[in-house]
């Protein structure tokens, strides 16, 4: 199988993933094989508790799991988390290289076989976020620039899969629960056959239609308004043919110069039902959620191993804690920590945790 052939069935996989919760160990895997890893995880993780809670995992020991739940308290990489760019993919060897002599590496990985690890944030409130991650060995060695350049395709439709699921809720849906369930999202949502026949939409789908900007409806199907819209048409009409892609991602500019992210997916997990249709999804480029940490970062200009202090100074942990837990020298320590006093212009730590806690958290495009 050539290679976009390869990653658009992944794609499909993913959004199945959507459909029936109990598919993610499976496709973890895939997206693991995908990128030479050999364990996967979904997890939700809120820093500043500081608490991890795994949602879905692909060949993670239980052991490993429970240690890694239990050491959040020692994780030095929880608040980095609050600070990067959604579905931007992080990678161990080179956003975080001192992990390896960390409390929490010895006292999770250490002795395994394990090596890297790679993770996109996801979603993200003020105070937790959710993440994607695939572990690697130490026979494949560091993540490759392929490697990631893979994870940054797929992460938006990780993102997307797990909005969607969250909707809809843990159990193989019917296409009732299917239909509700995209009914419940606030961006347009359909479901249309190779031919562009509408079997559903939601109600935001029915204001964009109208709206005529990108896509309408002429006699129960989609005609496209735009270049961009009538590519996407072009390419659900040709995933009646079961070798070609199973899943699209673009971006289209409408009459209006707006630009929409489009998605499609053909399902296989709906049901009987409604057989195989296709899901096709449209939205605005989504915000970012500015958390305090993150507003910091970007108004003090901190550098990785500042916002890595920082984040465990907001934890409560005194200064050799935080030496010990990143597995740096106390000297280094005290570097960054007056760094950050310095760009922050505060003098004592309870000073500056008032005045981190105290940054607004505005949206940005």
């Known amino acids: 199988m050539k290679p976009y052939e390869a990653f658009s069935d992944l794609i499909g996989r993913?959004?199945?993933?959507?459909?029936?919760?109990?598919?993610?160990?499976?496709?973890?895997?895939?997206?693991?094989?995908?990128?030479?890893?050999?364990?996967?995880?979904?997890?939700v993780v809120h820093p500043l508790e500081p608490r991890l809670i795994v949602a879905a995992i692909y060949n993670w020991p239980d052991d490993l799991v429970e240690r890694v739940a239990a050491s959040a308290p020692i994780n030095p990489t929880l608040s980095i988390g609050l600070t990067s760019p959604l579905c931007e993919p992080l990678c161990t060897t080179r956003d975080y290289p001192e992990l390896h002599q960390s409390r929490y590496w010895r006292n999770c990985f250490a002795e395994r076989g394990l090596y890297d690890y790679v993770l996109a944030p996801l979603t993200r409130t003020v105070t937790s976020f959710s993440s994607w991650g695939v572990v690697g060995s130490e026979a494949k060695g560091p993540f490759t620039d392929q490697d990631l350049e893979l994870a940054r395709l797929l992460s938006p439709h990780i993102k997307r899969a797990v909005?969607?699921?969250?909707?809809?809720?843990?159990?193989?849906?019917?296409?009732?629960?299917?239909r509700a369930a995209l009914e419940a999202l606030a961006t347009p949502a359909m479901i249309i056959e190779p031919d562009g026949t509408i079997r559903f939409r939601n109600r935001a789908a029915d204001e964009e239609l109208a709206s005529?900007?990108?896509?309408?409806?002429?006699?129960?199907?989609?005609?496209?308004?735009?270049?961009?819209?009538?590519k996407l048409l072009a390419g659900l009409s040709l995933s009646s043919d079961h070798r070609m892609r199973r899943g699209f991602?673009?971006?289209?500019?409408?009459?209006?110069?707006?630009?929409?992210?489009?998605?499609?997916?053909?399902?296989?997990?709906?049901?009987?039902?409604?057989?195989s249709p296709i899901m096709l999804l449209l939205r605005e480029p989504e915000t970012a959620l500015m958390t305090p940490l993150a507003s910091a970062a970007s108004l003090y200009h901190l550098t990785t191993a500042e916002i890595q202090v920082l984040g465990q100074v907001l934890q409560g942990h005194a200064l050799a804690d935080v030496a010990d837990l990143l597995g740096l020298a106390r000297s280094t320590v005290k570097t960054h920590l007056d760094a950050i006093y310095r760009k922050t212009q505060t003098n004592r730590q309870a000073e500056l945790v008032s005045r981190i806690m105290?940054?607004?958290?505005?949206?940005?495009?």
């Open 358 to 365: 105290s940054l607004a958290s505005p949206l940005k495009s």
């Open 212 to 230: 005529q900007r990108a896509l309408r409806e002429h006699n129960g199907a989609l005609r496209a308004m735009t270049p961009d819209a009538a």
């Open 14 to 43: 993913i959004y199945d993933c959507a459909l029936d919760t109990r598919l993610w160990p499976t496709v973890l895997g895939e997206i693991a094989d995908a990128l030479g890893g050999i364990m996967g995880d979904l997890s």
């Open 163 to 178: 909005a969607i699921s969250g909707v809809i809720g843990h159990q193989r849906v019917e296409a009732g629960t299917l």
């Open 249 to 275: 991602d673009a971006f289209l500019t409408d009459t209006a110069g707006r630009t929409l992210h489009a998605t499609w997916a053909r399902l296989e997990q709906a049901g009987e039902e409604i057989g």
